[in-house]
């Protein structure tokens, strides 16, 4: 058994991520770390886990008894936890923040196995992809590895509401939400730099702006995304280097027919469509961001980075109606 710790295990991924450890066949988790919430059984903060376990938080770290850790803090905490503490080199880490994103001066991989794959297997510590950046890069890397990412992209995603965090906020607040659409940091959305790194390293070069439009959703979760590639290439031709591209893939699909947000949410999946109108390429792709755009990627990444079935712990079923 894969044995496992959590940090920041009080908040939606953390909350998410124990759902499927809880259920993974080869997964045990050790301890749940939460400070503020340290003694409190966890199923009285992720109350949809009454009944599924008795595991506390805890304010211990005793990486010593575990394999990996999961990082599920607040974007630009991981770098400070990993310089204050003492983690022992054996231990793999799976990072959910941006902290190490972006190659650098580190030996975290990007952790998107659809590129990836086999550097993930090799892997001592993974960075995984922001849930905006899984989406959107899904729908674009078949046409960088086309060599169709020439002009200018326009994209836009919309995502549920459980991408902004727990914490409560002027934003997430249900009042305000529901029945309401809004767009934030539009061309300046933090995910965009990852996404060009991974279509930079497909297609070898990426001189193009991706002119992303984010936009808060009036629902829970999921993210529905849209963009447009200016292309000649003729469209059976990109279908069928779609199909390849994602042939082997274990959760990433193309459907010849339009794709629907509700096909993938509460699943591990990431469904990616392709149309033209006249020069212009329409790509839609969906996933639910906590967990093709999260938890479920980072246990996807454990998969690999232990040797298991890549599968192992995600078969869920959509919650389609």
């Known amino acids: 058994m894969i044995r496992v710790g959590i940090l920041g295990a009080a908040g939606y991924t953390g909350g998410e991520l124990i759902r499927l450890l809880l259920n993974h066949p080869e997964a045990e988790i050790v301890f749940a770390n939460s400070e503020s919430n340290a003694g409190n059984m966890v199923s009285d903060v992720h109350e949809g886990l009454v009944g599924d376990t008795s595991l506390r938080f805890t304010a211990d770290l005793p990486f010593s008894s575990v394999d990996v850790l999961f990082f599920c803090f607040g974007h630009g905490k991981s770098q400070q936890f990993i310089h ?5 080199s054996q231990v793999k880490i799976i990072d959910l923040a941006q902290d190490f994103r972006i190659s650098g001066h580190h030996d975290y991989v990007y952790g998107l196995p659809e590129v990836n794959k086999d550097t993930i297997m090799q892997a001592q510590h993974v960075a995984n992809p922001g849930c905006f950046a899984t989406a959107i890069q899904l729908a674009l890397l078949p ?4 060599n169709l990412l020439k002009e200018d992209v326009s994209v836009n995603a919309i995502t549920g509401s459980t991408g902004a965090g727990q914490k409560p906020g002027a934003t997430t607040h249900f009042s305000w939400r529901v029945d309401n659409l809004s767009i934030y940091k539009p061309f300046q959305h933090q995910h965009v730099a990852e996404i060009r790194q991974t279509l930079r390293q497909v297609q070898g070069y990426l001189d193009a702006d991706i002119d992303f439009i984010p936009y808060r959703g009036p629902f829970a979760r999921g993210i ?15 279908i069928e280097a779609y199909k390849d591209f ?25 469904l990616v469509h392709c149309e033209k109108h006249d020069q212009k390429l329409l790509l839609t792709s969906c996933i639910d961001n906590l967990l093709k755009g999260a938890v479920g990627q980072a246990v996807q990444n454990m998969n690999l980075m232990f040797g298991l079935d890549e599968t192992a712990g995600l078969r869920l079923k959509a919650s389609a109606f």
């Open 84 to 88: 204050e503490h003492n983690i022992p």
């Open 143 to 146: 046409a960088a590895y086309l």
């Open 224 to 238: 529905f995304c849209t963009a447009v590639v200016k292309t000649p290439a003729p469209e059976a031709d990109i």
């Open 246 to 270: 994602y042939r082997d893939a274990a959760f990433t699909h193309y459907s010849d027919s339009p794709i629907d947000l509700k096909q993938v949410v509460n699943t591990n999946k990431a």
